[in-house]
Nanobody, 120 residues
C-alpha cells in the first residue's frame, strides 16, 4: 500500500523556520522524483520545489528561492523541506508528491498534506 505521510507543519511567527518531512512507503522511493506543493485557501495548488530521484538536482519556485531547501534521504525513504525566513504568504497546506515516468505510463502519488501557518 502506497503511503506518503507529511509532518512538521504548525504555527510559526514571521521570520521563523519549520522543517517538513514526508515519509514514503509501499513503493521504491529511490527511483521517484519528489516534489513539494502548497495550496492556500481559495487558491490553486502550486509547485514549491522538486528534487530528482538521487537528489542530484533541485528546482524551486521563485517565491521560495533562497529561503527553502528541498532534500531527501533515500535510506530513510523521506523527503524534507527546510523553510526559513517564513512569511505570512507562505501559509498553506503543504503536500508532497512522488512521480515516476516509465515506458508507456506514469506513476504519481500524493500525501494528505500538513498545514503551515505563519502569523504573529
Amino acid at each position: 500500500q502506497v503511503q506518503l505521510v507529511e509532518s512538521g507543519g504548525g504555527l510559526v511567527q514571521p521570520g521563523g523556520s519549520l522543517r517538513l518531512s514526508c515519509a514514503a512507503s509501499g513503493f521504491t522511493f529511490s527511483i521517484y522524483a519528489m516534489s513539494w506543493y502548497r495550496q492556500a485557501p481559495g487558491k490553486e495548488r502550486e509547485l514549491v520545489a522538486n528534487i530528482t530521484s538521487l537528489g542530484s538536482s533541485t528546482n524551486y519556485a521563485d517565491f521560495v528561492k533562497g529561503r527553502f531547501t528541498i532534500s531527501r534521504d533515500n535510506a530513510k525513504n523521506t523527503v524534507y523541506l527546510q523553510m526559513n525566513s517564513l512569511k505570512p504568504e507562505d501559509t498553506a497546506a503543504y503536500y508532497c508528491k512522488a512521480k515516476r515516468i516509465a515506458p508507456g505510463r506514469g506513476y504519481e502519488y500524493w500525501g494528505q498534506g500538513t498545514q503551515v501557518t505563519v502569523s504573529s
